[in-house]
């Protein structure tokens, strides 16, 4: 069982893109104010719009790059979990796993789990049942973490 490439991708590449889109639109709305309608109307040029989406656009980018290196994807087996990090592949066996926990209110199901002294962060697939943001993840791999978690006591 592998994690889903694409939402790996979408979630790693997340901040990144919304960053890029907010810095673009911020330079936009000002030199171009016409071109944005808010309630049905034309806007106007302003530093404020300007000014807060460049800043979210801004701190979008920091956040990217410290988590860009957390999201791995696995490929998990009967006695170890093997870790693709770009081109890198490690394997580690379940008792060096610290931790394992489903990561509440993102969607689709996102774990993290602490192993070989580093955090990682990776996504199963979408079956899962939400309800006011906690999630329960109803996949193959989601039942073969939680197996393996009451096995180990993790």
């Known amino acids: 069982m592998e994690s889903i490439k694409l939402n790996h991708y979408f979630i790693k590449y997340l901040f990144l893109g919304l960053g890029i889109i907010m810095v673009i639109t911020s330079i936009v709305s000002w030199f171009f ?28 980018f920091p956040i990217f790059i410290a988590v860009k290196d957390k999201f791995v994807t696995v490929k998990l087996g009967g006695q170890t979990l093997t870790i693709k990090n770009g081109d890198g592949e490690k394997k580690i066996i379940w008792m060096e796993v610290e931790s394992l926990s489903l990561m509440q209110f993102i969607y689709p199901p996102l774990y993290k789990f602490k192993g070989d002294n580093k955090v990682y962060w990776f996504n199963t697939e979408n079956k899962f049942i939400r309800a006011s943001g906690l999630i329960k993840d109803l996949s193959e791999m989601g039942d073969l973490i939680q197996k393996k978690k009451r096995e180990l006591g993790i």
Do not use: D, H, Y
Request: no cysteine.
């Open 33 to 60: 104010p016409k071109l944005f309608w808010f309630n049905g109307e034309q806007m106007e040029r302003s530093i404020l719009a300007t000014l807060v989406f460049g800043l979210i656009g801004i701190v979008s």
